[in-house]
């Protein structure tokens, strides 16, 4: 039996959230009705010149620069000739052999760890249209997604799984939402990827013939459909056959994919750079402007909160998973004082009750009700003693409906812990003496009913007294 290794190079289409297009004045917005977002350049009028959009060459600037690629000073869009009716020019402007950004990488935590993933390019391009096949012979074009500027990341073939494959994807749209180019959203299609997907014999150097998948629309998808492939393709090989080097559609509903072209009749699309644009140029003022409107990255971010601050790599990688999350640490984290400690209890904090009570109202971290500074405020409650851990998790739902800080709530309700080593003295007597019976069985021996006297003192006290010193107090005394 030979055992299969899979590779996979992934080919990713960012949209960028530009005002408007790559090429014309239309502006883009997701599902508005069909036809209403184009010009004449986007229809192919004749006469029609296309101007290329500043923004979209800052934001490829601002991608590469993050995912660490070189910059092109002079790039070049090419034109790229297809027939097909969501394209009424005849071709696509794209960019072919001196795309604005080459090299770089990927860095995503795998299994707990950095790992990264190499680029071969960047290059801007604009999207096509957008067909849809009805029934009998009719099929509707709608050109509102045409000429919205792209980037394509095109990655080596140095993915082995397809989990490896969707934690890439994964890591792209984190990185595109760090930086506000694109809101990365699959489902709505403003990110897009295919899969080249080959296996070879476990060792060999030599890759096999690869498959390219389109049509994959969302993450749960990347992995599926790249698993089905590495399933139909060693089938193949084991059987004895030779995978067809082929271009395949994913079928999300069957699940399974469709050929849709072999490579043997691969489009000759005669690439030529495009007479109507001027090379796009890259200055130095917008390459430092540019650089210095880069946040701290998302694996830089991790890093940070697991070495310096001492979060365990898990809680690091959640709460850098997206930049309003790690922003809301960072600022309660400031306003707290940046010890380890408080970094585990914000975190803590932020992780369990505070993710539960956003879930569960469908808000973001940016939109909730307990900001950064009052979060912080009730760590520090708990961190000097004034409220035990028990009365901090009333105080913070109390927080959450009223959106009152910590200190305000304490005060009001008198939930200051009770540290006096007279007050609590007293108040375990008075428990000790109102259960005479427990008491003596606890004296002679029953050792497990402390936690009952201390149910009871927390009882008399309204949970505000201090628990280590409470159950010190009860033992001295019941031991009397
Ligand atoms: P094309 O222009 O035909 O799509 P490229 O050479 O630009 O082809 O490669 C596109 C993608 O395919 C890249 O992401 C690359 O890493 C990947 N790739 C190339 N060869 C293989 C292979 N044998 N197996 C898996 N992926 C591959
Ligand atoms: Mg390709």
Same mark, same amino acid.
């Given at each position: 039996?030979?055992?299969?290794?899979?590779?996979?190079?992934?080919?990713?289409?960012?949209?960028?959230?530009?005002?408007?297009?790559?090429?014309?004045?239309?502006?883009?917005?997701?599902?508005?009705?069909?036809?209403?977002?184009?010009?004449?350049?986007?229809?192919?009028?004749?006469?029609?010149?296309?101007?290329?959009?500043?923004?979209?060459?800052?934001?490829?600037?601002?991608?590469?620069?993050?995912?660490?690629?070189?910059?092109?000073?002079?790039?070049?869009?090419?034109?790229?000739?297809?027939?097909?009716?969501?394209?009424?020019?005849?071709?696509?402007?794209?960019?072919?052999?001196?795309?604005?950004?080459?090299?770089?990488?990927?860095?995503?935590?795998?299994?707990?760890?950095?790992?990264?993933?190499?680029?071969?390019?960047?290059?801007?391009?604009?999207?096509?249209?957008?067909?849809?096949?009805?029934?009998?012979?009719?099929?509707?074009?709608?050109?509102?997604?045409?000429?919205?500027?792209?980037?394509?990341?095109?990655?080596?073939?140095?993915?082995?799984?397809?989990?490896?494959?969707?934690?890439?994807?994964?890591?792209?749209?984190?990185?595109?939402?760090?930086?506000?180019?694109?809101?990365?959203?699959?489902?709505?299609?403003?990110?897009?990827?295919?899969?080249?997907?080959?296996?070879?014999?476990?060792?060999?150097?030599?890759?096999?013939?690869?498959?390219?998948?389109?049509?994959?629309?969302?993450?749960?998808?990347?992995?599926?459909?790249?698993?089905?492939?590495?399933?139909?393709?060693?089938?193949?090989?084991?059987?004895?056959?030779?995978?067809?080097?082929?271009?395949?559609?994913?079928?999300?509903?069957?699940?399974?994919?469709?050929?849709?072209?072999?490579?043997?009749?691969?489009?000759?699309?005669?690439?030529?750079?495009?007479?109507?644009?001027?090379?796009?140029?890259?200055?130095?003022?917008?390459?430092?402007? &540019?650089? %210095?409107?880069? +946040?701290?990255?998302?694996? @830089?971010?991790?890093?940070?909160?697991?070495?310096? #601050? *001492?979060?365990?790599?898990?809680?690091?990688?959640?709460?850098?998973?997206?930049?309003?999350?790690?922003?809301?640490?960072?600022?309660?984290?400031?306003?707290?004082?940046?010890?380890?400690?408080?970094?585990?209890?914000?975190?803590?904090?932020?992780?369990?009750?505070?993710?539960?009570?956003?879930?569960?109202?469908?808000?973001?971290?940016?939109?909730?009700?307990?900001?950064?500074?009052?979060?912080?405020?009730?760590?520090?409650?708990?961190?000097?003693?004034?409220?035990?851990?028990?009365?901090?998790?009333?105080?913070?739902?109390?927080?959450?409906?009223?959106?009152?800080?910590?200190?305000?709530?304490?005060?009001?309700?008198?939930?200051?812990?009770?540290?006096?080593?007279?007050?609590?003295?007293?108040?375990?007597?008075? &428990?000790? %003496?109102?259960? +005479?019976?427990?008491?003596? @069985?606890?004296?002679?021996?029953?050792?497990?009913? #402390? *936690?009952?006297?201390?149910?009871?003192?927390?009882?008399?006290?309204?949970?505000?007294?201090?628990?280590?010193?409470?159950?010190?107090?009860?033992?001295?005394?019941?031991?009397?």
């Amino acid at each position: 039996m030979t055992n299969w290794e899979t590779v996979i190079g992934l080919e990713v289409h960012v949209q960028l959230g530009t005002a408007t297009k790559a090429f014309s004045p239309s502006a883009y917005s997701y599902g508005v009705g069909p036809n209403t977002l184009t010009d004449p350049v986007i229809l192919g009028l004749p006469g029609c010149l296309p101007t290329f959009n500043e923004q979209a060459m800052r934001y490829a600037v601002k991608l590469g620069l993050a995912m660490g690629c070189s910059i092109r000073q002079l790039s070049r869009f090419a034109r790229k000739h297809y027939f097909y009716p969501d394209l009424p020019k005849g071709y696509q402007i794209s960019q072919f052999d001196e795309p604005i950004c080459e090299g770089g990488k990927v860095e995503f935590w795998l299994n707990d760890k950095p790992h990264s993933v190499r680029l071969t390019r960047i290059h801007l391009e604009e999207d096509a249209g957008k067909n849809t096949h009805q029934l009998g012979a009719t099929s509707l074009v709608d050109l509102n997604r045409a000429g919205v500027p792209l980037c394509e990341i095109v990655s080596e073939p140095d993915l082995r799984s397809a989990e490896e494959a969707a934690a890439y994807m994964r890591a792209v749209r984190q990185m595109v939402r760090y930086l506000g180019i694109s809101e990365g959203n699959m489902e709505q299609g403003n990110l897009r990827c295919d899969a080249n997907v080959s296996i070879r014999p476990m060792g060999d150097e030599k890759y096999g013939e690869r498959v390219e998948l389109k049509n994959i629309n969302s993450f749960r998808f990347v992995q599926k459909a790249i698993e089905h492939e590495v399933r139909r393709q060693t089938r193949i090989k084991e059987e004895g056959g030779t995978v067809a080097q082929e271009t395949r559609l994913w079928d999300a509903n069957a699940g399974m994919s469709i050929s849709m072209r072999s490579k043997e009749d691969a489009n000759d699309y005669r690439y030529f750079p495009d007479p109507d644009l001027p090379p796009l140029k890259v200055t130095d003022e917008v390459m430092t402007e &540019v650089k %210095n409107s880069l +946040p701290e990255l998302p694996m @830089q971010r991790g890093i940070r909160l697991h070495e310096t #601050l *001492g979060l365990p790599t898990s809680d690091a990688i959640t709460i850098t998973a997206e930049i309003e999350i790690a922003n809301y640490f960072d600022q309660a984290l400031k306003e707290a004082g940046e010890t380890k400690k408080n970094a585990k209890m914000i975190s803590n904090w932020m992780l369990g009750d505070l993710s539960g009570a956003l879930n569960a109202s469908g808000k973001s971290f940016a939109e909730s009700p307990v900001t950064p500074k009052s979060l912080a405020e009730l760590v520090e409650l708990i961190d000097n003693a004034t409220i035990s851990g028990k009365i901090a998790k009333d105080v913070f739902a109390k927080m959450l409906a009223s959106g009152d800080s910590a200190k305000a709530i304490v005060e009001k309700e008198g939930l200051v812990q009770i540290t006096d080593a007279g007050a609590i003295e007293e108040a375990c007597r008075k &428990v000790i %003496n109102a259960n +005479p019976k427990q008491a003596e @069985q606890y004296r002679n021996g029953k050792e497990a009913l #402390l *936690g009952f006297f201390v149910g009871q003192l927390m009882k008399e006290t309204r949970g505000k007294a201090n628990p280590k010193m409470a159950n010190e107090v009860l033992k001295k005394l019941l031991g009397e």
